[in-house]
């Protein structure tokens, strides 16, 4: 029961306050390029954490290679080292922006291990 309901809660209390006490001390484009790296992982190891107690159900590694290339995909972009024109206006046609992406984290890091 700890593991289904507690881990979950633990682990994004812990890192949130970790991101929460490192963002003061980190300023600047490098500050703000660390802060979206830990968010994204904070959120990833938030859907890790989701799926922790249950079993594996899929052993392929081609499905986890896909979901890593789109957690890597929406980070880069997040970051804003991609852009490409005609890709933000479907995106943004498409609600794909803010949250909505933090959500996407979170999704990949609970089916990579679903």
Avoid: H, Q
């Avoid at 949130?16 to 959120?43: H, M, Q």
């Avoid at 052993?59 to 980070?75: A, D, G, M, N, Q």
């Amino acid at each position: 029961m700890y593991r289904k309901y507690f881990l979950p809660i633990a682990v994004l209390l812990g890192l949130s306050l970790g991101v929460r006490w490192l963002d003061p001390l980190l300023n600047g484009t490098l500050g703000e390029a660390i802060i979206i790296i830990l968010r994204a992982v904070l959120l990833f190891c938030f859907g890790l954490s989701l799926n922790i107690a249950k079993r594996k159900r899929y052993e392929t590694w081609v499905r986890k290679v896909l979901i890593s290339f789109v957690f890597i995909f929406f980070l880069v972009w997040d970051l804003g080292y991609i852009m490409i024109p005609e890709l933000k206006t479907v995106f943004n046609y498409l609600g794909l922006y803010g949250y909505i992406v933090y959500l996407i984290y979170i999704y990949c890091g609970w089916s990579f291990f679903d």
